[in-house]
């Protein structure tokens, strides 16, 4: 039996497919099916705007990924970036750009993990597009959310004598995407260059993959919501910003943004034992893979030591993940890893296009 | 001299390109560079919101469309989708899939379009996102706009005895666009399915390349963004909807949304001279074509007989773009052709991924 494709159905039968899956609250005034959206917005609120895309090939691969991993991921990292502002998700647009021989399933699946994590953070899917792809799968989300003029965090804020903190544990993501790419024999981003898009387009991985620890951090990132909100709102944080790009790139920017400096001190990154053992396994350091792995989506923040009261009412109300301080913001600018074996210089982040 | 790539560059290169060419109005609290971007919002307006793609392949291809055409036609696209519910354009997120191998000068062209017609409009390009693609290139921009609370036009509405009303002319876009492609001896959406992206990725179409008359519209079109606003604030239309999938379809949808019939007049669509007599040439009927073509992105509404005022005060003050009658709503929920020759249904309009 030939798997049925999107283009089977045609572009309405797939609008009726993903709105069928939304519900609309009252403040939505004009959702999906007009020419755009309109939505009510809360009285004495700011609103926070973002838009990121996940790539097949680039950010995802179909051997490894199952398809609500791709809606969910794509959702997430969009959540990850108004949590990083201190702001209240509220609701989203969905782009999509479709190759004509994707299977319908892989489309419901998506829609699936993205829906799914929109309901969890009460996040209405308000509009969007669907376009057809030549290449690549493209799922491009922006996400829209609210927040209180003097709520806002930025990356700018940081100042000499705060201390810096991350929320979770860190590295996970790295380790996860390598453990699948080991199990399942696929690359991403391949040094080569230029990343394949899969041939395959078919609902992958198989029902036995069964992913587990890191290999679910990396599928299934849970975007600091409540967290970044908290942050705001208790006005616990100078600055925050999200770890999509790694821990040493996040540092790096608010210490640029800030005109600080920022010591890391290697000991007290929180690092799975999991993460620990995979990597002296493969006889590498876990802090710089630590510092260096992306897609981990938990915040980097820095916060007054004169105002721990704030920042300990965050850790009562912020749910389970930890809150750890990893180092403090120095008035010199320099940006520095403090291991035992002395100082030394952070290491440079991932950066795309190089 | 080999062309210089955007992998050259470097993400944050490309990323200081842009923000370089962006000016921020003050109710712009964070603009680019930070997790997301804050706004303020006008006290007593609703947020729209919307979001469209252009894809390498299937929207635009490099042998016919200038870059900074397709800067324009990413934006325009959705300025015209503001513009069809009345609404006021403020802020643009753009959301960049870019190939290793895209020309920076290609790059520069297609920012420069984006820019140039957001300044026109008053759009603050507020926020954005770079990926790699291993394919196709894709503009997505988002487009944030506001209108006051029952100002919003939309396509339910109509009512039995309403006019029918297009603004500019329309098929146009459609000539345009076969002209380019038999100038240029190159197809868009090749009926053999698969569209093919462009192996060129350079700087095209050469400089001798002047685009005329109704390739420029195709190339160009501009938004009715004044018309939008002033049929809102006016509340002279009823229901309202862009053309970017053309006449029949933009009909077709707003008797939908209304549960009305419409009665369209053949004899009098504008059609421009130039649009009658290239399909006259090719022995094809330009009213069948006027109303199959799509990315005109004019507006199509419905106005009371009653309130010819409302409508007359539009047209005052709503800038060059003609407005003309082309047909009524009917209470029986039939869609017909009025012609010379009888009554004849209303062709089937444009559906992607069929």
Redesign the interface.
């Given at each position: 039996v030939q798997n049925r494709t999107?283009?089977d159905?045609?572009?309405?039968a797939?609008i009726d497919r993903i709105t069928a899956r939304l519900a609309m609250p009252s403040w939505v005034?004009?959702g999906p099916?007009?020419?755009?959206?309109?939505?009510?917005?809360e009285r004495g609120t700011?609103?926070?705007?973002?838009?990121?895309?996940q790539?097949?090939?680039?950010?995802f691969d179909h051997r490894f990924v199952p398809p609500d991993a791709i809606g969910h991921r794509a959702l997430a990292v969009n959540l990850?970036?108004?949590a990083?502002?201190g702001?209240t998700p509220r609701?989203a647009?969905?782009?999509l750009?479709l190759p004509?021989a994707l299977d319908v399933a892989v489309f419901d699946g998506m829609l699936d993990g993205l829906v799914t994590l929109a309901a969890k953070h009460g996040v209405s899917v308000?509009?969007?597009?669907?376009?057809?792809?030549?290449?690549?799968l493209?799922v491009?989300v922006?996400?829209?959310?609210s927040?209180r003029?003097r709520r806002?965090l930025?990356?700018a804020g940081a100042r000499p004598g705060d201390g810096v903190y991350v929320t979770g544990t860190v590295g996970d993501a790295l380790v996860g995407l390598r453990s699948l790419q080991a199990r399942c024999g696929a690359g991403l981003n391949d040094p080569s260059?230029?990343?394949?898009?899969s041939d395959g387009l078919r609902v992958a991985p198989s029902e036995e993959f069964v992913p587990h620890g890191s290999e679910q951090r990396y599928l299934y990132p849970q975007p600091r919501v409540r967290m970044g909100m908290l942050l705001g709102r208790n006005r616990a944080a100078t600055a925050?910003?999200?770890l999509s790009d790694g821990l040493a790139d996040a540092v790096r920017q608010v210490a640029a943004?800030s005109h600080v400096g920022i010591a890391i001190d290697a000991d007290a990154l929180p690092i799975a034992d999991e993460v620990r053992r995979w990597h002296r396994e493969q006889n590498a350091d876990p802090t710089a893979m630590a510092l260096h792995g992306g897609d981990d989506y938990e915040l980097l923040f820095t916060a007054r030591p004169s105002q721990s009261g704030r920042l300990r009412n965050v850790k009562t109300h912020g749910g389970s993940a930890a809150i750890t301080k990893i180092g403090e913001v120095t008035r010199d600018r320099r940006l520095i890893v403090r291991t035992p074996a002395g100082d030394a210089p952070l290491p440079e982040g991932f950066?795309?296009?190089?």
């Amino acid at each position: 039996v030939q798997n049925r494709t999107i283009s089977d159905l045609g572009e309405r039968a797939l609008i009726d497919r993903i709105t069928a899956r939304l519900a609309m609250p009252s403040w939505v005034v004009v959702g999906p099916g007009d020419d755009a959206a309109v939505m009510e917005t809360e009285r004495g609120t700011l609103q926070v705007l973002t838009t990121d895309a996940q790539v097949e090939g680039v950010h995802f691969d179909h051997r490894f990924v199952p398809p609500d991993a791709i809606g969910h991921r794509a959702l997430a990292v969009n959540l990850s970036d108004l949590a990083a502002m201190g702001a209240t998700p509220r609701a989203a647009l969905l782009s999509l750009v479709l190759p004509d021989a994707l299977d319908v399933a892989v489309f419901d699946g998506m829609l699936d993990g993205l829906v799914t994590l929109a309901a969890k953070h009460g996040v209405s899917v308000v509009g969007g597009n669907i376009s057809r792809s030549p290449g690549p799968l493209v799922v491009d989300v922006t996400a829209i959310g609210s927040v209180r003029p003097r709520r806002v965090l930025r990356r700018a804020g940081a100042r000499p004598g705060d201390g810096v903190y991350v929320t979770g544990t860190v590295g996970d993501a790295l380790v996860g995407l390598r453990s699948l790419q080991a199990r399942c024999g696929a690359g991403l981003n391949d040094p080569s260059g230029a990343a394949q898009p899969s041939d395959g387009l078919r609902v992958a991985p198989s029902e036995e993959f069964v992913p587990h620890g890191s290999e679910q951090r990396y599928l299934y990132p849970q975007p600091r919501v409540r967290m970044g909100m908290l942050l705001g709102r208790n006005r616990a944080a100078t600055a925050c910003m999200d770890l999509s790009d790694g821990l040493a790139d996040a540092v790096r920017q608010v210490a640029a943004a800030s005109h600080v400096g920022i010591a890391i001190d290697a000991d007290a990154l929180p690092i799975a034992d999991e993460v620990r053992r995979w990597h002296r396994e493969q006889n590498a350091d876990p802090t710089a893979m630590a510092l260096h792995g992306g897609d981990d989506y938990e915040l980097l923040f820095t916060a007054r030591p004169s105002q721990s009261g704030r920042l300990r009412n965050v850790k009562t109300h912020g749910g389970s993940a930890a809150i750890t301080k990893i180092g403090e913001v120095t008035r010199d600018r320099r940006l520095i890893v403090r291991t035992p074996a002395g100082d030394a210089p952070l290491p440079e982040g991932f950066e795309h296009f190089r």
